[in-house]
């Protein structure tokens, strides 16, 4: 053999090279696989939103059973293709490469999520996801009719179609301590109904004393807030307000519905709803604001995120947070009226021309005992939180019958908020959530975010002493900005309390919270 027909082997380093090399190709196509798969899915659940916008917005009410019938097909399809285990077995492959990462990194964190996803969605029968959505549709249609009726009779039915599907629902995922811990941990991944319970029992404690000192007293006078109030201008000042705090109407915008509420179709759609009453100038106002602060959270996710598990918010009570922190902590302090109140008179020179900063700042804070649980204030609402999350288990145990609930309700409305409701209309039939999803999980995360709000503000606070002073001028930019560098634009890569220790310091604690309510209650009511 001549010296130039040699054949050289490739040394032992050389092989080595080459199979990293074809195993990072190799994850990189694995990785390209779950991320294109993982995109279908939220492609799926994106127009099933639309449809669901829709239905609450625009669509005609001979639409209802097609759109339960299209409803039900989407989340089939969704689900199947979440439980293929092609999706699986990719995501098996790849817990290796994972583990290999930094944990905070981005392809670690969604091979984390996604495979949790999965795990908890081969629990669940297409069968049973197809039925669920049909039923959530079909009673939501009938709840927009049956409340202004004041007909609980007729949705007598719809409730104990959902709550057995409820209550079907958490026995894929038994054994459990309580039946409700599976809808629980879905809405606010790690609580528990005994979590859930110490929480409450806490607050409870705190809270009752407050809501007695002030009720006791006379009531704040709050007749500034009725009147005639044209639509338009309540419309286009609340949007004014949501565009200042950061909302982005390029990926956005606002209509009218029955239950206000925020939708996400993509990073660069997310839109928001509210109620006008043209004889109450705050529900429109502060259910506008509610909204934006859920759309500021989902429009504050990474773009690198969009189309997989991650790309939206870590939990019900973390996203509770920022509608809590945008209509109260900042949308109803002095400092934010102080520059918005003068635009807001101009608004309504007739209604509030008149009318001090300081006595539309105590109307718009008034505390009382109050039926509605989307107009109680501050002080009172973690009650109604509380009522409705201890009646749901209630019904899940099989302790409380559905035909029962309307007296259960008046029942647990006078001895916790000293009022009993005239009728269903202001009373069970109030709320939309037992009308069109689930019974249980649905409710504790109001008042986790609550809680949250206060924590989340005076971390940002602690890092920026301006904030209070910039709001006072009408400038958000700087609490925006730590919201979206501590909280927005991680989606879902950190559990709840992750989130919140990283963001805080400290895991999620009532004293912030409580701290806030006996500063500017105690101010408002002179309370010792």
């Excluded at 109904?193 to 709050?222: G, M, N, W, Y």
Aim: hydrophobic share 40%.
């Amino acid at each position: 053999m001549t010296q130039s027909s040699k054949i050289t082997l490739p040394t032992s380093k050389a092989r080595a090279s080459a199979g990293r090399r074809r195993n990072r190709r190799s994850v990189e196509a694995r990785l390209a696989e779950v991320r294109r798969r993982l995109l279908e899915i939220s492609d799926i659940g994106s127009a099933g939103a639309v449809l669901g916008w829709d239905q609450a917005t625009y669509m005609p009410s001979g639409g209802a059973p097609a759109r339960a019938r299209q409803g039900a097909t989407l989340g089939r399809l969704a689900h199947e293709k979440r439980v293929d285990p092609a999706l699986g077995a990719l995501l098996d492959g790849l817990a290796a490469h994972a583990e290999g990462l930094p944990y905070d990194s981005d392809d670690a964190s969604l091979i984390r999520v996604a495979r949790r996803d999965f795990e908890n969605a081969i629990k669940v029968p297409a069968d049973h996801v197809a039925r669920a959505a049909a039923a959530a549709s079909a009673s939501y249609h009938a709840w927009t009719r049956a409340r202004p009726a004041n007909d609980f009779a007729a949705m007598q039915p719809f409730l104990e179609r959902t709550l057995d599907l409820s209550r079907e629902y958490s026995g894929f995922f038994a054994p459990y301590r309580h039946i409700a811990d599976p809808l629980i941990d879905d809405a606010d991944e790690g609580m528990t109904t005994e979590s859930v319970r110490a929480l409450f029992a806490a607050l409870r404690v705190k809270l009752v004393p407050i809501v007695r000192a002030i009720t006791d007293q006379p009531a704040a006078d709050d007749s500034c807030l009725r009147g005639s109030f044209a639509e338009a201008a309540q419309l286009d000042f609340g949007l004014a307000a949501a565009r200042r705090f950061g909302y982005d109407l390029d990926r956005g915008r606002l209509d009218k519905t029955h239950h206000p509420f925020c939708t996400k179709f993509s990073v660069g759609d997310v839109r928001i709803t509210t109620r006008v009453r043209e004889n109450d100038i705050g529900d429109a106002l502060f259910s506008t604001l509610h909204e934006a602060g859920h759309a500021l959270y989902e429009q504050g996710v990474s773009p690198a995120l969009e189309g997989t598990p991650l790309a939206s918010g870590t939990s019900a009570g973390v996203h509770e947070s920022q509608s809590r922190l945008w209509e109260n902590v900042v949308g109803r302090s002095r400092t934010f009226w102080e520059h918005a109140y003068p635009p807001l008179q101009a608004a309504f020179p007739v209604q509030l021309g008149t009318v001090p900063l300081e006595a539309f700042y105590r109307a718009i804070n008034k505390v009382a005992r109050s039926l509605i649980r989307t107009d109680a204030d501050e002080v009172t609402y973690n009650l109604h939180v509380m009522m409705r999350f201890d009646l749901e288990l209630e019904l899940l145990e099989g302790r409380l019958a559905v035909k029962d609930l309307p007296e259960a309700w008046r029942t647990r409305m006078q001895s916790d908020l000293g009022v009993t409701p005239p009728d269903d209309r202001d009373g069970c039939l109030q709320d939309v959530h037992w009308y069109s999803g689930s019974v249980g999980g649905g409710f504790q995360g109001y008042a986790i975010g609550n809680i949250l709000a206060a924590q989340f503000f005076d971390a940002a606070v602690a890092a920026h002493p301006q904030i209070a002073r910039e709001i006072a001028n009408g400038e958000f930019a700087t609490l925006h900005g730590w919201l979206q560098q501590n909280l927005y634009r991680h989606g879902r890569k950190f559990r709840p309390d992750e989130l919140v220790q990283r963001a805080t310091g400290s895991a999620m604690t009532v004293g912030p919270y409580l701290a806030y309510l006996q500063a500017k209650y105690g101010e408002l009511y002179r309370l010792a």
